[in-house]
């Protein structure tokens, strides 16, 4: 478990540099996840992001890391009303990051807690 914990807290850093790229490029790179939409890629960075959150920050209350998720994805959202950037600001896409968020803090407290995985 703790090599996990390691990599999952060095992983984190630059997934979130590469989600930040991906939400702020004016021409962000296709990738193959584009077909399934926008709100499902949200979702999907937002479900990965929580996971290795989870897992590279045991200690950390899962909370803090909703408080924190909400925060990122609203100041994506909000960094994506400049105009020169060429986005589209949406509120329903931090609600489908919300709703990702949430969905993986739950699932991970119910399979940590039915594992009987500590927190450390």
């Not at 979702?43 to 990122?72: C, D, H, K, Q």
């Amino acid at each position: 478990m703790l090599k996990m914990k390691a990599l999952a807290h060095l992983a984190l850093w630059p997934l979130l540099a590469f989600t930040t790229f991906m939400a702020l490029s004016p021409n962000p790179p296709h990738m193959p996840i584009d077909r399934m939409g926008d709100k499902f890629t949200h979702m999907t960075a937002f479900a990965v992001l929580t996971l290795v959150a989870r897992i590279g920050y045991p200690n950390t209350s899962p909370w803090r890391v909703l408080e924190r998720m909400a925060l990122f994805g609203a100041l994506i959202e909000v960094f994506q009303a400049i105009p020169e950037l060429h986005r589209d600001c949406d509120w329903r896409d931090w609600g489908a990051d919300m709703v990702a968020t949430g969905t993986v803090l739950v699932i991970h407290g119910l399979v940590t807690r039915r594992l009987g995985i500590s927190r450390r």
